[in-house]
């Protein structure tokens, strides 16, 4: 098996707020390899932007790492301190896309200046070769007439050619991993669609590692190879994609899936999950989803449960894979999921 | 039921909204929008940004003024000058839930103002004992407590907030309601929640919708029929299967081609069509909004009505 590029280990993340301790991330775990696309689910609050955040050092000034350990090309960056240290890592090697390219942007300065300004920064690039090399990489975004474009302003770009931009700064250092925060949140679908390809086309071209962060299921659906599914803080589940969205295990999984729209039946109640996420000030025994599962296992409120191995690519941490629970069937969409998989498999 | 029994709510025929621009020929929102909505239905509106859908909301609402056209509520006309009687009817009968339940609730004032904002407006309470009655039943009604009246709404969840926004339109007792975007800001697992409030409230008392979204798939899911519109004109309105089973508007086929689906081994395989508004040819011969099957509208002209009615079969 090739090894993995960057490798996350037990990682707890805590922020200080008023005074008070918040745990964000709960010993989360995950492995990167080569090339590949792993998308990162899960709702507001689950950690799963602040689970990122920490690769590249862009935590807010009240968060720090806690313990675990972060492995990228030999070192723990999760033991960087200085900003020195960081800038070797951040927008080189690992870059990220933010979700809404206005804020992303300067609105002051134009755009060729602002991919150029990376360029400058960590390829030592000068003059007229940083601003050839630029328009260069605005045609590879697919941004049409790439040196008039250059001189413009981010106001006098259209929302998906200012997130090609966005795009632009980000793969201008060949970095290893491009990490997208919901990149297509604030698109329309069409759009969305495109920014998706492009995305795709320069993957193939750079043979990046893509991380994507999003809640959406349909574009996880289009984009990733593995899942990774958190909730509170910690990774809950994570296999390939067609494990999760055809075989998933964690009652959460089965819960977000069976929320969405695309998947209900038309006149009857589409199934919602009861409840609110966990406070994360609080110490969470057991189960961190348990409150908001009806069919929770007693064990589920007071141990917190291991990985257990599904197939060498699949794990959950849930009680139900344990050979002395009970048998727990897993919700009618679910399993309606997994039988249009089986039948399409048989034809 | 066949289609001209049931009854029209809203009407809407050749709508035109303008905004005007410093000294520039006005900018055309919504040109030529013509539409019905049947009492208790589900009628939704999608197209992406700047297409001028919350534009038609707002013209309905009477937000925005219209510049052309008619706006009808159960057969009256409501644009324009109305008289003050009906206007104090239409104030209450047609209510909006908005997009952003931060943005869109007075977050100086408590919940139990919030709500009953609009009945101060119309005086529609005897004393505070009645206007506390009305709070109350309100909140329980979108499933929430009536303590919380005295509560801010930073102090609620997003999905609490938006269930505000809906009790705030409910007190009113109104009998049309636009929603828009009243799910796209909400986390996936609060969307269930809201989606579902709003189909119990619908069945319990009668409500006409208008579902203004840009998310195909909550569209598909709620909607009894859609209208696809693009820069501010209609282009196909069907009832929702039909539209997903056999749309004939290249634009209507290049969105429903882009909604992510969450099946891996489709999503994958898809082919995403792009629309290119260059491929009508209408310099000769004009577009018009023509029945193509019983309740199938398409915007074409009559080479392009040949084809689709080809490929009607």
Same mark, same amino acid.
């Given at each position: 098996?090739?090894?993995?590029?960057?490798?996350?280990?037990?990682?707890?993340?805590?922020?200080?707020?008023?005074?008070?301790?918040?745990?964000?991330?709960?010993?989360?775990?995950?492995?990167?390899?080569?090339?590949?696309?792993?998308?990162?689910?899960?709702?507001?609050?689950?950690?799963?932007?602040?689970?990122?955040?920490?690769?590249?050092?862009?935590?807010?000034?009240?968060?720090?790492?806690?313990?675990?350990?972060?492995?990228?090309?030999?070192?723990?960056?999760?033991?960087?301190?200085?900003?020195?240290?960081?800038?070797?890592?951040?927008?080189?090697?690992?870059?990220?896309?933010?979700?809404?390219?206005?804020?992303?942007?300067?609105?002051?300065?134009?755009?060729?200046?602002?991919?150029?300004?990376?360029?400058?920064?960590?390829?030592?690039?000068?003059?007229?070769?940083?601003?050839?090399?630029?328009?260069?990489?605005?045609?590879?975004?697919?941004?049409?007439?790439?040196?008039?474009?250059?001189?413009?302003?981010?106001?006098?770009?259209?929302?998906?050619?200012?997130?090609?931009?966005?795009?632009?700064?980000?793969?201008?250092?060949?970095?290893?991993?491009?990490?997208?925060?919901?990149?297509?949140?604030?698109?329309?679908?069409?759009?969305?669609?495109?920014?998706?390809?492009?995305?795709?086309?320069?993957?193939?071209?750079?043979?990046?590692?893509?991380?994507?962060?999003?809640?959406?299921?349909?574009?996880?659906?289009?984009?990733?190879?593995?899942?990774?599914?958190?909730?509170?803080?910690?990774?809950?589940?994570?296999?390939?994609?067609?494990?999760?969205?055809?075989?998933?295990?964690?009652?959460?999984?089965?819960?977000?899936?069976?929320?969405?729209?695309?998947?209900?039946?038309?006149?009857?109640?589409?199934?919602?999950?009861?409840?609110?996420?966990?406070?994360?000030?609080?110490?969470?025994?057991?189960?961190?989803?348990?409150?908001?599962?009806?069919?929770?296992l007693k064990l589920d409120f007071v141990k917190r449960p291991p990985f257990?191995?599904?197939?060498?690519?699949?794990?959950?941490?849930?009680?139900?894979?344990?050979?002395?629970?009970p048998k727990v069937e897993p919700p009618e969409t679910i399993k309606a999921l997994r039988?249009?998989?089986?039948?399409?498999?048989?034809? | /039921?066949?289609?001209?029994?049931?009854?029209?709510?809203?009407?809407?025929?050749?709508?035109?909204?303008?905004?005007?621009?410093?000294?520039?020929?006005?900018?055309?929102?919504?040109?030529?929008?013509?539409?019905?909505?049947?009492?208790?239905?589900?009628?939704?509106?999608?197209?992406?940004?700047?297409?001028?859908?919350?534009?038609?909301?707002?013209?309905?609402?009477?937000?925005?003024?219209?510049?052309?056209?008619?706006?009808?509520?159960?057969?009256?006309?409501?644009?324009?000058?109305?008289?003050?009687?009906?206007?104090?009817?239409?104030?209450?009968?047609?209510? /909006?839930?908005?997009?952003?339940?931060?943005?869109?609730?007075?977050?100086?004032?408590?919940?139990?103002?919030?709500?009953?904002?609009?009945?101060?407006?119309?005086?529609?309470?005897?004393?505070?004992?009645?206007?506390?009655?009305?709070?109350?039943?309100?909140?329980?009604?979108?499933?929430?407590?009536?303590?919380?009246?005295?509560?801010?709404?930073?102090?609620?969840?997003?999905?609490?907030?938006?269930?505000?926004?809906?009790?705030?339109?409910?007190?009113?007792?109104?009998?049309?309601?636009?929603?828009?975007?009243?799910?796209?800001?909400?986390?996936?697992?609060?969307?269930?929640?809201?989606?579902?409030?709003?189909?119990?409230?619908?069945?319990?008392?009668?409500?006409?919708?208008?579902?203004?979204?840009?998310?195909?798939?909550?569209?598909?899911?709620?909607?009894?029929?859609?209208?696809?519109?693009?820069?501010?004109?209609?282009?196909?309105?069907?009832?929702?299967?039909?539209?997903?089973?056999?749309?004939?508007?290249?634009?209507?086929?290049?969105?429903?081609?882009?909604?992510?689906?969450?099946?891996?081994?489709?999503?994958?395989?898809?082919?995403?069509?792009?629309?290119?508004?260059?491929?009508?040819?209408?310099?000769?011969?004009?577009?018009?909004?023509?029945?193509?099957?019983?309740?199938?509208?398409?915007?074409?002209?009559?080479?392009?009505?040949?084809?689709?009615?080809? /490929?009607?079969?």
């Amino acid at each position: 098996m090739t090894e993995p590029i960057l490798s996350v280990r037990d990682l707890v993340v805590k922020f200080s707020l008023r005074g008070q301790i918040l745990t964000a991330i709960r010993e989360a775990s995950l492995d990167l390899y080569p090339a590949e696309t792993v998308a990162i689910v899960g709702e507001s609050g689950s950690g799963k932007s602040v689970f990122t955040k920490t690769w590249i050092g862009m935590l807010d000034a009240n968060g720090w790492a806690d313990s675990g350990s972060i492995l990228f090309e030999g070192r723990d960056i999760a033991k960087f301190t200085t900003e020195r240290e960081w800038l070797t890592i951040r927008g080189k090697k690992i870059a990220m896309v933010f979700q809404d390219p206005m804020t992303a942007l300067n609105p002051l300065r134009t755009v060729g200046m602002q991919i150029q300004e990376a360029l400058e920064l960590h390829q030592g690039m000068r003059g007229e070769q940083a601003k050839a090399r630029t328009i260069e990489i605005l045609a590879e975004v697919g941004i049409d007439m790439p040196d008039v474009r250059y001189h413009q302003y981010p106001h006098e770009f259209s929302g998906g050619m200012r997130q090609r931009v966005v795009i632009a700064i980000a793969v201008a250092c060949n970095p290893r991993i491009l990490i997208c925060d919901e990149p297509t949140t604030a698109l329309d679908v069409t759009i969305q669609a495109q920014i998706l390809e492009l995305i795709r086309s320069l993957q193939k071209k750079m043979g990046v590692t893509l991380v994507y962060i999003t809640h959406d299921l349909g574009v996880v659906a289009n984009v990733a190879d593995r899942v990774a599914v958190m909730y509170a803080g910690e990774i809950i589940e994570y296999g390939t994609v067609e494990e999760i969205f055809y075989d998933p295990r964690h009652p959460y999984t089965w819960a977000l899936l069976s929320s969405l729209p695309q998947l209900g039946i038309k006149g009857q109640p589409l199934y919602s999950i009861a409840g609110t996420p966990p406070n994360l000030f609080t110490d969470i025994p057991g189960d961190a989803f348990a409150p908001r599962n009806p069919k929770a296992l007693k064990l589920d409120f007071v141990k917190r449960p291991p990985f257990f191995q599904v197939s060498p690519t699949h794990y959950a941490k849930t009680w139900l894979l344990d050979p002395r629970a009970p048998k727990v069937e897993p919700p009618e969409t679910i399993k309606a999921l997994r039988a249009k998989h089986d039948e399409r498999y048989a034809l | /039921m066949t289609q001209n029994e049931r009854e029209v709510i809203i009407e809407i025929k050749n709508l035109r909204v303008e905004f005007k621009g410093k000294g520039r020929k006005p900018f055309r929102a919504v040109d030529d929008v013509s539409f019905e909505i049947y009492k208790g239905e589900t009628f939704g509106l999608v197209g992406e940004t700047g297409s001028g859908k919350t534009t038609i909301g707002r013209a309905i609402v009477r937000i925005n003024p219209t510049a052309a056209g008619e706006i009808l509520f159960k057969g009256r006309r409501i644009n324009g000058v109305i008289p003050k009687e009906l206007d104090r009817e239409v104030t209450r009968k047609i209510q /909006m839930i908005f997009q952003d339940p931060m943005a869109s609730l007075n977050e100086r004032s408590k919940v139990d103002y919030i709500v009953s904002e609009g009945l101060y407006n119309i005086k529609g309470f005897k004393d505070e004992q009645d206007r506390m009655a009305k709070v109350s039943r309100a909140l329980l009604e979108v499933g929430l407590l009536p303590e919380f009246a005295s509560r801010f709404p930073h102090e609620f969840s997003g999905g609490q907030r938006q269930r505000i926004g809906v009790a705030r339109a409910l007190i009113m007792e109104p009998e049309f309601i636009i929603a828009d975007e009243p799910i796209s800001s909400l986390d996936v697992s609060i969307r269930a929640q809201v989606l579902n409030l709003l189909s119990d409230l619908q069945k319990t008392k009668g409500l006409t919708y208008l579902f203004i979204s840009h998310d195909l798939s909550v569209v598909r899911f709620i909607a009894d029929r859609i209208g696809v519109i693009h820069k501010g004109r209609l282009v196909e309105l069907a009832e929702t299967e039909e539209l997903f089973g056999r749309p004939f508007h290249p634009y209507t086929r290049a969105l429903l081609s882009a909604i992510p689906i969450p099946d891996p081994q489709i999503e994958k395989k898809k082919k995403v069509l792009v629309y290119d508004p260059t491929c009508h040819d209408y310099s000769k011969d004009k577009p018009k909004w023509v029945e193509i099957t019983p309740g199938h509208f398409v915007l074409a002209n009559e080479e392009e009505l040949r084809q689709y009615e080809a /490929m009607a079969g």
